[in-house]
């Protein structure tokens, strides 16, 4: 029998009976649908292949899980996105640490960084100096409006969280992240940086 003719249900049915050529049979249907929401939200093309095999490595061993209240593509298209997005976060975090050094890193050889083939010592500095511009301006701010704007800024909260950690309502914390947002940027606009 052709496996054309074969539906996702049936597949899904003979991978949790042991059947390695139905998961795999699955992942050719769903492949490039998988791959695309992967590059959706991360917008790099490695990364998202590598999204995509955690995502179907995920789905086989949480096939157990799947109750089919929606289709196996839906269900392999959430697991996929949720992938992504939790890769996302863990390569934005590791690029705030790069390009936010330590104190202690900021004065490093510049000739080491051009001999790495970094940017160019113009770019560094002007880049350095608008990362001390910005957390000038964010350390300027009233406490509660700059820690609802950190808070807010790590990706890692919902504005739900936010307000209960803060202890204030989500519109108040809405409110203070975006005149913390105005501030900050009425501030670089001051010292040129807009």
């Not at 049915?13 to 050529?21: I, M, S």
Request: net charge positive; glycine share 6%; aromatic share 6%.
């Amino acid at each position: 029998m052709s496996t054309e003719c074969v539906s996702d249900v049936e597949l899904v049915a003979r991978a949790r009976q042991g059947d390695p050529a139905a998961f795999g049979e699955l992942i050719d249907r769903h492949r490039s649908a998988v791959y695309r929401a992967a590059l959706a939200a991360l917008g790099s093309a490695t990364e998202a292949e590598d999204a995509s095999q955690d995502a179907f490595l995920m789905a086989y061993r949480r096939l157990g899980g799947f109750r089919g209240d929606a289709s196996f593509k839906t269900w392999l298209l959430t697991i996929a996105w949720h992938q992504a997005i939790n890769r996302r976060r863990a390569v934005t975090r590791i690029l705030k640490r790069i390009v936010q050094p330590a104190p202690e890193e900021e004065c490093g050889s510049v000739l080491e960084r051009v001999a790495a083939g970094g940017p160019s010592p113009e770019d560094a500095a002007a880049r350095s100096e608008l990362h001390r511009a910005i957390r000038a301006a964010i350390r300027s701010l009233a406490p509660k409006l700059r820690d609802a704007l950190l808070l807010a800024q790590s990706g890692e909260h919902t504005y739900n969280e936010i307000a209960a950690m803060l202890g204030a309502p989500v519109g108040t914390i809405k409110w203070r992240v975006s005149e913390a947002r105005r501030i900050v940027k009425a501030q670089l606009r001051e010292r040129g940086h807009a």
